[in-house]
């Protein structure tokens, strides 16, 4: 016989109507656990509260920081700052600077590659704009990209 099968014969067995207090049986055993004798629906306790407003309160610092950073305007030109880390050797490694345009007048950007290079830049058309990025690896090969992408010459002299 199963244990579902004992269950049942034993209910039956002792089962006598109206000897059971329903109410008064399920306060007995929720004593017995620890749970609380009201009767309704419980309320989360307070750290749950607090959770979930942490929550929201992220969730609102994570979509504000959002739209600063996609509403910054990006049309001028900038070169990012030079990162020094430690490499597993425990020699400094310096990430190469990087520039980038959008939509930036050709004298702009050559005026930002004269002053990291200290030379002095010239184009025979300065009508054109630029939306690239450049890694300052080295100056010629920059240059030569500039004058394919917007046929234009450029010359380079010492300042």
Not at 100 to 109: I, K, Q, R, S, Y
Not at 110 to 128: F, H, K, N, P, Q
Request: glycine share 4%.
């Amino acid at each position: 016989m199963n244990d579902d099968n004992k269950l049942l014969n034993f209910v039956l067995r002792h089962y006598r109507e109206g000897a059971l207090d329903t109410p008064e049986a399920l306060r007995a055993v929720k004593q017995r656990i620890g749970e609380p004798l009201t009767s309704g629906p419980r309320r989360p306790a307070a750290w749950r509260w607090v959770a979930v407003a942490a929550s929201l309160l992220c969730l609102v610092a994570f979509a504000a920081v959002m739209t600063i950073r996609t509403s910054t305007p990006s049309a001028s030109p900038s070169v990012e700052s030079v990162v020094v880390s430690s490499s597993p050797s425990g020699t400094a490694v310096v990430a190469p600077k990087t520039f980038h345009f959008d939509n930036t007048p050709l004298p702009e950007v050559l005026a930002d590659l004269s002053a990291y290079y200290g030379v002095e830049l010239t184009a025979d058309r300065e009508d054109c704009r630029l939306t690239a990025d450049f890694t300052a690896d080295s100056l010629n090969v920059t240059i030569r990209l500039i004058e394919e992408v917007l046929d234009v010459n450029i010359s380079q002299s010492q300042k």
